[in-house]
């Protein structure tokens, strides 16, 4: 039984294909969140369950059934549960279920963005009363080896897509090279260069500094775009940044796009993917798309799909929150065409042989296995 605070499109193909290995009988909990609207399961079973706000002290924290009913034998053989410290009954579900005899695995990132020093205390607290822990990444369950937890109860089952829509998408449109020359031309885009980002606009992905950059860009690349797709209460300042700068002609805002058809000509008409900072998920598409990924050099910043980016192979850096550097960067790279291609094909190489939605899957029927004792 797996708990989750949503059920996204993008788990979706994750639950089905983890649902289709042999022996695994899969039940997944669910909440809403405001941020990732949930669909319809496809594949397997799943139920909705209701989150609510407790206090404990002067925090305010989560509570989700769930992650307590499931804990017993009558519901599962091994329980998965989102490691996150603000959940105020994952304690009593840990509990629960070692008294049940129901093994369980804390599945998150292992880390946060924002770490305190009670949150990292509870997060090893909570890790090390579970059977397993499963991350996104192999080197934070490495550095939790380091830290004396058990090498044989750490799994990683790294963030992938299913590059299944992505791919048909992405051929249909290659197959129509007219088709896709029309709607460069419709959208503005001329001769390019164009860097892209989709994304919600939001501070923490600092998306104005594409805008930034674009003037000293477009000083060397007349013909360069900036490409800025998504929805967010910073909008209209983006555009009067744009503005302000005197590119506005140079900065494309199409709006939100849905669908892997509607967006897929926008990612073909581009030649690098740009996210500053907070990157996630949204690097894996890029890079289905063959898009070489440019991202600011504090990793910390990041989440962790960042392990895909290997700088100067598949993407490039360039210094935190420095607009000028970013311009420096796309430059260079815009300047180097083979350098450029090389790139482009190790970008859709790392997400169609490595970071793959069946490798995500094998981490995670691993650690089932490993914990169940199979």
Avoid: C
């Amino acid at each position: 039984m797996v708990q989750q605070p949503a059920l996204p499109a993008y788990r979706i193909p994750v639950f089905r294909a983890l649902a289709s290995r042999p022996g695994i009988e899969l039940l997944v909990s669910y909440t809403h969140d405001p941020k990732l609207p949930n669909l319809e399961p496809d594949g397997f079973e799943a139920v909705p369950s209701r989150l609510s706000s407790v206090g404990v002290g002067s925090r305010s924290m989560m509570w989700d059934p769930a992650q307590v009913k499931y804990a017993s034998r009558r519901h599962a053989d091994v329980l998965v549960l989102t490691w996150n410290a603000h959940y105020a009954s994952l304690p009593a579900g840990l509990v629960r279920a070692r008294l049940a005899g129901v093994r369980t695995i804390l599945w998150g990132h292992g880390y946060s963005k924002s770490e305190t020093g009670w949150r990292a205390r509870v997060r090893s607290f909570l890790g090390r009363r579970a059977d397993g822990l499963m991350f996104y990444s192999r080197s934070v369950a490495e550095g939790y080896a380091e830290r004396g937890f058990r090498r044989d109860r750490l799994f990683a089952a790294p963030n992938a897509l299913d590059q299944g829509p992505i791919q048909s998408a992405r051929s249909s449109w290659l197959s129509r090279a007219d088709d896709l020359a029309s709607f460069r031309r419709e959208r503005g885009l001329g001769e390019g260069p164009v860097a892209l980002f989709v994304s919600r606009f939001a501070p923490e992905n600092r998306e104005a500094l594409l805008i930034r950059a674009t003037p000293a860009i477009a000083e060397r690349f007349p013909g360069f775009r900036a490409v800025l797709i998504g929805k967010g209460d910073g909008a209209d300042e983006l555009r009067a940044l744009a503005a302000e700068l005197g590119v506005a002609d140079r900065v494309i805002m199409p709006g939100a796009v849905y669908g892997e058809e509607a967006l897929s000509p926008w990612f073909l008409s581009s030649d690098v993917f740009v996210y500053p900072a907070n990157v996630g998920l949204s690097l894996i598409h890029a890079m289905g798309y063959g898009l070489p990924v440019v991202v600011g050099d504090d990793v910390a910043s990041h989440n962790p799909e960042i392990v895909a980016l290997d700088p100067g192979v598949n993407g490039l850096m360039f210094r935190h929150g420095d607009a000028g550097d970013l311009a420096a960067t796309l430059v260079g790279l815009f300047s180097d065409r083979e350098r450029l291609g090389a790139m482009s094909r190790s970008a859709h190489a790392t997400v169609t042989e490595r970071f793959t939605l069946e490798r995500m899957v094998d981490g995670f029927e691993a650690a089932i296995r490993g914990v169940a004792g199979d």
